[in-house]
């Protein structure tokens, strides 16, 4: 399984982006598909998560401005970012969770796309 994330780049504060990942393979199913984020200096915390039910959990930094949504028949997610703040400056990561594919199963992980939100 690859995951290709892409939609990153530089935004001013107050501003949106929307961030696409798509997950590549013979895949059957994908249980959990989500966003994390790393911040120089910190450790990877989870953005946002949703399941193939449509499930949703978001962290408390994020709620209210994040919306995150998936197209199970194309293995994708997408991170809606709106009323973006300087905190929000990042790596993100796309990860797909519970994967079952032909001849594997697990979590796989995109390369990270950088998001940059100036003051």
């Known amino acids: 399984v690859q995951l290709q994330a892409s939609g990153g780049g530089l935004v001013q504060a107050g501003g949106s982006l929307r961030l696409s990942c798509a997950a590549s393979?013979?895949?059957?199913?994908?249980?959990?598909m989500g966003w994390y984020r790393q911040a120089p200096g910190k450790q990877r915390e989870l953005v946002a998560t949703i399941r193939s039910d449509s499930s949703t959990n978001y962290a408390d930094s994020v709620k209210g401005r994040f919306a995150i949504s998936r197209d199970n028949a194309k293995n994708m997610v997408y991170l809606q970012m709106n009323s973006l703040k300087p905190e929000d400056t990042a790596v993100y990561y796309c990860?797909?969770?519970?994967?079952?594919?032909?001849?594997?199963?697990?979590?796989?992980w995109g390369q990270g796309t950088q998001v940059t939100v100036s003051s």
């Open positions: 393979g013979s895949i059957f199913s994908i249980n959990v």
């Open positions: 990860k797909a969770g519970g994967v079952y594919g032909l001849g594997y199963s697990g979590d796989y």
